[in-house]
């Protein structure tokens, strides 16, 4: 099947520091990707569609301005946490739709393995 | 009310019982319906696709229920490895491929 990768797995950084996280798809192409974050003991919410060369949507209650998101590839997406605070610490997971045969539909959504970001 | 919910669990049963999960849904336009699995601390897995005429795939069915909004996974002879969190997911009707995931129903099988 298809593979989605992130990096960093894990990460650690003090309040008030950017990071970046990288999501990619290794075999195939993704016109759009999607950004989520899980809590603890909590499920997966929905952040923001990463649109290949356009402007990301974010949903309602998530700053655009906090969470930078970058499509400049087809294989390539990333979120920057910016001025990161103890509460943006959370597991961020993206994932990409590819194209499948044999499914009604014919698409599967792929997701990375994660990054586990704690902000100190 | 939640766009997807399910049941609180945890579920806590023998190696070799049958456990069902429930989800209903709340947007009757839904299209797509899965289940997926997920292990702690790590990212979501399909497990599979629901479809209107529901589809097993070995010890696990899966059943779609439209005019009730539900959705069901049954999981039968349980085996150890198949603890994990169980996440019921629609898929939105546009052409955005949303996700929107339940809370999950975590499952422990003991032995």
């Known amino acids: 099947g298809a593979v989605v990768s992130q990096h960093p797995s894990r990460v650690i950084c003090k309040s008030g520091t950017s990071v970046k996280i990288e999501c990619r798809s290794l075999d195939f192409q993704a016109t759009t990707m999607f950004w989520y974050r899980q809590f603890p003991k909590q499920s997966l919410m929905l952040m923001a569609t990463s649109n290949e060369g356009s402007k990301a949507t974010y949903e309602q209650g998530v700053e655009k301005d906090k969470f930078l998101i970058n499509h400049a590839s087809l294989t390539l997406s990333t979120l920057t946490v910016t001025s990161a605070h103890p509460e943006d610490s959370s597991f961020y997971i993206c994932?990409?739709?590819?194209?499948?045969?044999?499914?009604?539909?014919?698409?599967?959504?792929?997701f990375g393995p994660g990054t586990r970001l704690t902000v100190t | 009310r939640k766009e997807v919910e399910q049941d609180p669990g945890p579920f806590n049963v023998p190696e070799g019982a049958t456990v069902a999960f429930n989800c209903t849904y709340s947007?009757?336009?839904?299209?797509?319906f899965f289940w997926y699995r997920q292990d702690c601390r790590k990212e979501p897995k399909l497990l599979m696709s629901v479809y209107s005429s529901g589809n097993e795939d070995g010890r696990f069915t899966a059943q779609l229920n439209r005019a009730s909004q539900y959705i069901s996974l049954l999981i039968r002879d349980s085996k150890l490895s198949d603890s994990a969190t169980y996440l019921c997911v629609v898929m939105a009707p546009s052409s955005a491929r949303q996700l929107t995931f339940g809370s999950g129903t975590q499952l422990t099988v003991l032995p």
């Open positions: 947007n009757s336009a839904s299209q797509s």
């Open positions: 994932s990409a739709f590819s194209l499948t045969s044999g499914y009604v539909l014919g698409y599967e959504q792929y």
